[in-house]
């Protein structure tokens, strides 16, 4: 209902004759608790009105000055929302209902009254909260409509932003691989939103091929630009460390400087050998690797490496690293994942890394590298089900030729 109250409520009554207005006065007094200003001569009305806010306007038909729906036709223009009800005799009926389209009258009532008056007055004001509700839900509405474009166009503009983060990421990872004798390697990416935290790239200088995965803290544009500083960071570090462990030190000592607080990015480094059969790898907090042999002796190994990720401490030297030298044989695979493929949880409430994943990992040993990395972030995705995944799936398999 409307704020107002019935002892608030203001009623304008107009007749020329003083024994119907003291009528009125005496009727309203004792049945309600309204304000009534009463006037015999409707030009005073008129300038009550202009200044005074009114709910309600009573108004005699006949009247010498001025007739009632003139009088009327001036209120509707000063009071608009005030209902207006013409007060007739019998024989000014056929005027009244001619007065309901000229000036919006709410009602008309031919005298004697009697009790009709307040009832009428009573529904006239209910009617009037009411459109007073109806109208402030409408501006809630309209302001709402409103907010909702205005959130709608900066959604569109975040979109367009995101989208060029995403465009800017992917323009970071390598689109061409370098050949090494006796190494095949293949990359599988799927990021959860349109910018993903996984990220990997590859370095050939001098000879070294070296080989990184990362996770970066958060998605969005805040992963796109951690990508971008991991990037410089690898690239340059790379040619110079003497081996994966001084990498990811050396990695780390940049990233701690530029990252915020609470940043931090987990990442494996490989290093594929000049004879085309061992790599050294490095971990810095991602999930073990994997060893997939194949032929007779088809096995899968998972490989426990432990470290610091990167960015969470200023002096992690490369005793905070765990490294192996690995064989890698033809059709062997080496597999190193971000935690995005383990973490995703089946409609039972398991993740794929307890029972789906080892078993999906011997089912694939004899199958070429490519179709590995695939076929693996497919099972890992019709796992998931519906539900789709929750964190960007980033694999990388080094195989043997």
Not at 156 to 162: D, G, I, P, Q, R
Not at 353 to 362: G, I, T, V, Y
Request: aromatic share 6%.
């Amino acid at each position: 209902m409307s704020p107002e109250t019935e002892d608030t409520r203001t009623l304008v009554v107009v007749d020329d004759d003083e024994l119907i207005l003291s009528s009125l006065r005496s009727l309203f007094s004792l049945e309600t608790d309204y304000v009534l200003l009463t006037f015999s001569d409707p030009h005073e009305a008129v300038e009550k009105i202009k200044t005074q806010r009114v709910d309600l306007i009573l108004s005699d038909f006949l009247m010498p000055t001025m007739s009632g729906i003139d009088f009327l036709k001036q209120a509707r223009n000063l009071q608009p929302e005030a209902p207006r009800i013409l007060l007739t005799g019998f024989a000014d009926k056929a005027n009244a209902i001619r007065a309901i389209n000229e000036v919006g009258l709410y009602h008309y009532l031919e005298k004697p009254w009697d009790n009709e008056l307040l009832i009428l007055v009573r529904h006239a004001l209910e009617e009037k909260s009411l459109r007073q509700d109806l109208s402030e839900k409408i501006k809630a509405l309209n302001r709402l409509m409103k907010e909702h474009g205005e959130l709608a166009s900066r959604h569109k503009s975040l979109e367009k932003e995101v989208e060029m983060a995403a465009r800017v990421q992917r323009s970071l990872l390598p689109e061409n691989f370098p050949q090494v004798r006796g190494f095949e390697v293949n990359v599988a990416y799927r990021p959860s939103v349109a910018v993903g935290g996984d990220y990997y790239d590859v370095s050939s200088s001098d000879g070294r091929v070296i080989w990184l995965l990362a996770d970066v803290t958060g998605h969005g544009i805040q992963a796109a630009l951690t990508s971008m500083l991991l990037k410089a960071i690898f690239q340059e570090t790379a040619s110079r460390a003497s081996h994966p462990v001084q990498l990811l030190a050396d990695m780390n000592s940049r990233l701690h400087r530029f990252l915020p607080e609470g940043m931090f990015a987990a990442a494996t480094v490989v290093e594929l050998g000049a004879d085309g059969h061992h790599v050294q790898i490095a971990n810095a907090g991602l999930p073990y690797p994997f060893v997939l042999c194949s032929g007779q002796e088809a096995d899968v190994h998972q490989i426990p490496l432990s470290g610091l990720p990167l960015g969470l401490f200023p002096q992690a030297g490369p005793d905070h690293f765990d490294t192996r030298e690995l064989e890698i044989n033809r059709g062997d695979h080496l597999l190193v994942t971000s935690d995005g493929l383990g973490e995703i949880r089946g409609h039972n409430g398991e993740f794929f890394d307890e029972n789906e994943l080892p078993k999906s990992l011997a089912e694939l040993t004899d199958k070429d590298g490519s179709y590995v990395v695939q076929n693996l972030v497919e099972r890992a995705i019709a796992f998931g089900g519906t539900d789709g995944i929750s964190d960007d799936i980033s694999l990388v398999a080094v195989t043997g030729l």
